[in-house]
């Protein structure tokens, strides 16, 4: 069977695949800080990381541990108080994040703009039956930062004020919520240029997300390869035959 390479994941585009993932050092503490910080009742997470260092990866990975799918983290279910887990999964866009949930959970709002109270209030009603069940709603936003550039340019005060009031409303220890977003720079960085009172709220959004750094040093990301290659049956051939079929992989990508 051919192996299929992509040089990116897209958790909505991928969800059905198999996901073949090696957890690193790295990975296996963010995971451990999410659900320790979880557990003292912070739902909010926002997960900070350079380009391709496998936040998408590790995204993937924390649903199919949560969902029982594969286990690539120490953790069940019951470890954080429920019975399982409905997870909702979005790819940043330059687009308000408040309309995008609007959108998902059904608001209409007839051509108005959805206030957040309304949105807020339709995330309610999509998690009571799931805690009537005893699951917990999990929303991953991955390249969360599409949705911060567009706030800053276009909506800067309205749409941090969203993100605050949600994150208000999901950092409640009584509800089962859990925001996970990705991002490759830290939330001030989307504020420059901003005014002084702008800049202030989106302070405020920095400071009700925790923040957890996602930066995988270089001689990680040799040993994942250097793991990823030795996996491979490579056939008894000169070295020149192995670096052809490592050209025709890359080429197939």
């Avoid at 350079?50 to 983290?73: I, P």
């Avoid at 703009?113 to 999509?126: D, T």
């Avoid at 996970?180 to 302070?203: F, M, N």
Wanted: glycine residues 8%; proline residues 5%; charged residues 20%.
């Amino acid at each position: 069977m051919t192996t299929l390479f992509s040089p990116s994941v897209n958790i909505i585009r991928d969800a059905d695949r198999t996901l073949a993932y090696l957890p690193t050092p790295n990975a296996a503490t963010v995971f451990g800080q999410i659900v320790n910080n979880y557990r003292a009742g912070i739902h909010c997470f926002n997960v900070v990381g350079a380009y391709g260092t496998g936040k998408s990866s590790f995204l993937w990975a924390f649903e199919q541990t949560l969902s029982g799918q594969q286990a690539f983290f120490p953790l069940r279910a019951d470890g954080l108080g429920v019975v399982g887990f409905e997870f909702v999964r979005f790819v940043g866009e330059y687009a308000s994040l408040k309309e995008t949930f609007a959108r998902h959970f059904g608001v209409a709002h007839a051509g108005t703009e959805p206030s957040a109270a309304a949105v807020i209030a339709a995330i309610g009603a999509a998690y009571r039956p799931l805690a009537a069940e005893g699951k917990a709603l999990v929303l991953l936003v991955d390249e969360f930062g599409k949705f911060l550039e567009y706030a800053a340019r276009e909506n800067p005060e309205e749409e941090p004020y969203f993100l605050q009031q949600l994150a208000e409303y999901l950092n409640d220890p009584d509800r089962h919520i859990l925001l996970l977003t990705t991002v490759h720079q830290d939330v001030s960085a989307y504020a420059l240029g901003l005014t002084k009172t702008q800049r202030q709220e989106w302070e405020k959004v920095k400071g009700r997300l925790k923040e957890l750094t996602f930066n995988e040093p270089v001689e990680q990301l040799l040993a994942l390869a250097a793991q990823q290659l030795a996996a491979r049956k490579w056939p008894a051939a000169p070295g020149v035959a192995v670096n052809k079929q490592l050209f025709e992989a890359g080429a197939a990508a």
